[in-house]
């Protein structure tokens, strides 16, 4: 009898197997897809490493084809000149009414003379040449000089705002507006290029002043060319004066859309809030820590902040703790942000390690990568007799190209604890407080609004 063995049929997946399978590798590729936004912001922050020193040095040179140190000069040029140019007390008391009515609060009288801080060349706003597009920088604001051309800078500050009380200023006449970044003038004119006498006075001269540009277009990397490239990174800079030795600070950045409608960016003048018709440069952004509409504070020697590991036993940066105010869309909070790079009014450039993004607490404290240097101290002549004792050889203590905060002078007897009672970290001493930074969201004239990504800055002389 013959026996037939039938194999067993196939057997199928279960419903339930098939759905274990399915749940296996949905939880598989759900953990890759994870690591490609991770990978994609690694890429991004390599690729960020490598060009941002690559932009920056492109745009030093750039700057020294276009001007050099000798095309710089001082405040106190301008008042040599309105003195030579009438000459007696008249001289001084038209000084007073420029920049002197406060004279105790008068900055350029604590510095050297070729001393000035950091100061923001004018942003083309206007102007007659169609070859001036809207958004360059005009060093030292030429089209205001000339009446050609609209602009904001430093010169558009209020009128007591310190800052004001370095720039250039015309000699001659008798306002009081100041006008930009002070330069070297080689000439004295009387007429335009049609012989037309200015001001219609023939004993008026006026001083001719180094027209320089550098185009809106040109502020941005790669440049654009026939094939159509998007620029993917940007970069402004600011001038300052150290004893004669020019210094440029710049800053490089990336700019992202907050909606796909709106055109890329192009380097321009924004509003200074949302609700505000006033327009300034968007970049270097200034901010003042001790400026009482937001609650920062100055920094001193050796602060750094807690560190990302929890050392709670550090001192936070003064209103950058997690339980202090931060409005994530407001520029004067924008040095907190993670990764940050922040220039002060010495020309130390420092970085944010960890940052805030945030509104409502709960981060981790705000804290830099490296501890608040002791900056280099100097003194200069009391040339305004500040302390009214009668003797206008005391000395006055500035460091590099600012004036120290008021608190840091208060502390400090004459003349023995020169420079002293700056530089020792048991005296807590505030001795930064001005920072320059890339802002994080600036608002156009048009109401577009734009995100911008600090990738790098530094200093560099001329």
Known sequence: MNCVHRSNPPRGFSLIELLMAIFILGIGLISIAALFPAGVMLQQRAEDE?????????????IRSRISSEDFGSWWDYIDAQDEWQGGEQAKLDAMNKLYSQRTVHPAAWLARDTWPWLRPAMVVSADSETVERGSLDIFNSLQWTGTGETIGEHTLPVLNPWQRFLSFNP??????????????????????????????????????PKVFILASERQWPLQDQAGRTPKYYWDCAFRSVGGTIQVAVFVYRVQRESMSAPPWHPQPVRLDDDSSQLVSPVPWMQDLNDPAVAFGPWTVDMKGPAYSGENNVEPLPGADSDDPFDPDNPAYGWQWPSQWLIDQYGTVHRVATGRVRAGGGETPVSLTAPVPSPLVS?????????????????QMFTSSTILPAAAMSGMSRPNDYPKGLVSPSSAAPVVDRLWYVPPRVTTEEGLTYRLIPVYATVANL
């Open 50 to 62: 490598l060009n941002g020193p690559l932009v920056a040095s492109h745009a030093i040179e750039l």
């Open 172 to 209: 001659y006449d008798g306002g009081s507006r100041t006008l930009g970044i002070p330069s070297h003038s080689r000439e004295i004119i009387r007429e335009d290029a049609n012989g037309i006498e200015l001001n219609g006075d023939p004993t008026m001269p006026y001083l001719s002043v």
């Open 379 to 395: 003194c200069g002549l009391d040339r305004l007799d500040l302390d009214a004792d009668g003797d206008k050889v005391d000395p």
